[in-house]
């Protein structure tokens, strides 16, 4: 599963029932809410960093985003928005995102049941503080309703380079809306597939269990990833294929500037190249790390952020050949 499946997410929306959806809500509003929702963490047996979004750079808020720890939407937000964040990273909770919580739960691997095992557990400990907005027949109540009943959309990041190469994720894309699934780009809705990693998850949270939704998400995605391993199969016969793959490692090596777009697709077949055997080098799981922090946000928050793009990608170059040598 390690091969194709390269972190699962479950998120949950809440609102609590006292105060208007963030759509609404007035700057002022919008920050007690925040404060509820800190003092409620104080004693949730987990425990967090608060960053207000109001004193976080633009670029921070974005190398945020490339760690998947916020949204495209929130990033855009408005006075009066929060991120907590675990010690570790594998729980964020955006406050006063689309919906006043969203709590995220992230795990290396294909590990739906223990995300969403951490996920209720810790919505349990802030239902006892907080006063979320549900209804008897709808459930949780969300500022959208693609959201209403469980608040809950599960997904897996996959790394799928043989079935991108082969042109069936169209067709796959198109199967997956009538089984009650989508599949997206690296950041999730609206965002375009780079280096062949997309984004599963559900799509009905209404009439179905939270259960139910975990097990339908496990059950297509191993039919996903025994399509991408046939496919791989028949791909690495071809000495094409395994030239493009060494060809990658190659210029990953020696590569003196590296734009984003170039990174992402050679660290792709790179990847596919150590996952199917070809390549003795970095391990799936230093690559995936590494493609963290060759994004362009996060150089920045680590090197300086006033780095001009061509200094970004002579960074991000130097950064690929440390690792690789």
């Known amino acids: 599963m390690s091969e194709a499946v390269v972190s699962t997410r479950v998120r949950l929306a809440r609102n609590l029932s006292e105060y208007p959806?963030?759509?609404?809500?007035?700057?002022?509003?919008?920050?007690?809410?925040?404060?509820?929702?800190?003092?409620?963490l104080q004693d949730c047996g987990m425990k967090f960093h608060r960053m207000d979004l109001d004193a976080v750079s633009d670029t921070m808020k974005v190398a945020l985003l490339e760690q998947h720890l916020i949204s495209p939407d929130f990033v855009r937000g408005a006075e009066g928005r929060a991120v907590f964040l675990s010690d570790d990273n594998s729980v964020s909770i955006m406050v006063n995102e689309e919906d006043h919580i969203r709590l995220q739960v992230i795990k290396s691997g294909f590990e739906p049941d223990e995300a969403y095992e951490i996920a209720d557990k810790l919505d349990n400990e802030l239902s006892k503080k907080l006063s979320f907005a549900f209804h008897e027949k709808l459930g949780y109540l969300t500022q959208c309703p693609?959201?209403?009943g469980t608040g809950m959309r599960a997904s897996v990041m996959l790394h799928l380079p043989a079935v991108d190469m082969t042109g069936a994720v169209h067709r796959i894309g198109a199967n997956l809306s009538k089984l009650g699934l989508t599949i997206r780009g690296l950041y999730g809705e609206s965002t375009k597939p780079v280096g062949a990693f997309f984004q599963l998850s559900n799509q009905v949270?209404?009439?179905i269990s939270e259960k139910a939704a975990i097990a339908n998400l496990k059950n297509i995605t191993t039919q996903l990833i025994a399509q991408e391993m046939k496919a791989r199969d028949n791909l690495l016969t071809k000495i094409e294929v395994e030239d493009r793959i060494a060809r990658a490692l190659g210029i990953l090596k020696t590569a003196l500037v590296m734009d984003h777009s170039e990174a992402m697709d050679l660290l792709s077949l790179v990847r596919l190249g150590v996952a199917s055997k070809k390549l003795n080098t970095l391990s799936t799981d230093s690559i995936d790390r590494l493609?963290?922090?060759i994004q362009p946000a996060s150089i920045m928050t680590k090197f300086g952020e006033d780095m001009t793009p061509q200094e970004r990608?002579?960074?991000?170059?130097e950064l690929i050949r440390e690792r690789f040598s």
């Open 291 to 293: 493609i963290t922090q």
């Open 21 to 40: 959806f963030p759509i609404r809500l007035s700057a002022d509003k919008a920050k007690e809410v925040v404060e509820k929702v800190d003092e409620a």
């Open 313 to 317: 990608d002579i960074k991000r170059a």
């Open 205 to 207: 949270t209404l009439g």
């Open 146 to 148: 693609t959201n209403l």
